[in-house]
T-cell receptor, first 113, second 113 residues
Framework: GQNIDQPTEMTATEGAIVQINCTYQTSGFNGLFWYQQHAGEAPTFLSYNVLDGLEEKGRFSSFLSRSKGYSYLLLKELQMKDSASYLC??????????????FGSGTQLTVLP | DADVTQTPRNRITKTGKRIMLECSQTKGHDRMYWYRQDPGLGLQLIYYSFDVKDINKGEISDGYSVSRQAQAKFSLSLESAIPNQTALYFCATGAGANTGELFFGEGSRLTVL
């Protein structure tokens, strides 16, 4: 089984940088994913980490430390449209094809002007 | 047009009624999933299917059933709806075993009175 923890809410100012943390416990790790979900909309894929280190994609970066069971999503140059819920999801390594994603409860980010 | 389409988008029903939520996709993906989302609980996996002949239970399958009528269609049924099944339901597709990127439908909001 898996246990995924992330803060419930965060607030930041337009133009600033914000870091959303995610910690996880799993019996077998096979990748960590970040999704963005605007209110009333479907989640959309942001990033994927399977090896330790930083993955950068434009204003968004995601970091992974497998030994610490820790990831963060870094959002730079915040814009009002970045106000959304950010979901951390872990894929567990298992035999066969049963590699499913388990989602955290999400971090609701509010960007203030 | 959306790649993953869910119908209905909103439904209000009464306790004990049978409800079917339908999902169709044009992405050509083999893998399809049904999740429910409750406030503060993130996305929970109900059922998933890797092809037409493959159906698997997720974390919270009790009270639900599914049917994979074709590669492009995956429906979720509540045989006898109860109020605690009031939630936002998402269908998603995935391309394969080694990718965790999921593509979500726009969601079906179900209210059971």
């Amino acid at each position: 089984g898996q246990n995924i923890d992330q803060p419930t809410e965060m607030t930041a100012t337009e133009g600033a940088i914000v870091q959303i943390n995610c910690t996880y416990q799993t019996s077998g790790f096979n990748g960590l994913f970040w999704y963005q979900q605007h209110a009333g909309e479907a989640p959309t894929f942001l990033s994927y980490n399977v090896l330790d280190g930083l993955e950068e994609k434009g204003r968004f970066s995601s970091f992974l430390s497998r030994s610490k069971g820790y990831s963060y999503l870094l959002l730079k140059e915040l814009q009002m449209k970045d106000s959304a819920s950010y979901l951390c999801a872990v894929r567990e390594d298992s035999s066969g094809s049963a590699r499913q994603l388990t989602f955290g409860s999400g971090t609701q980010l509010t960007v203030l002007p | 047009d959306a790649d993953v389409t869910q119908t209905p988008r909103n439904r209000i029903t009464k306790t004990g009624k049978r409800i079917m939520l339908e999902c169709s996709q044009t992405k050509g993906h083999d893998r399809m999933y049904w999740y429910r989302q409750d406030p503060g609980l993130g996305l929970q996996l109900i059922y998933y299917s890797f092809d037409v002949k493959d159906i698997n239970k997720g974390e919270i399958s009790d009270g639900y059933s599914v049917s994979r009528q074709a590669q492009a269609k995956f429906s979720l049924s509540l045989e006898s709806a109860i109020p605690n099944q009031t939630a936002l339901y998402f269908c998603a597709t995935g391309a394969g075993a080694n990718t965790g990127e999921l593509f979500f439908g726009e969601g079906s909001r179900l209210t059971v009175l």
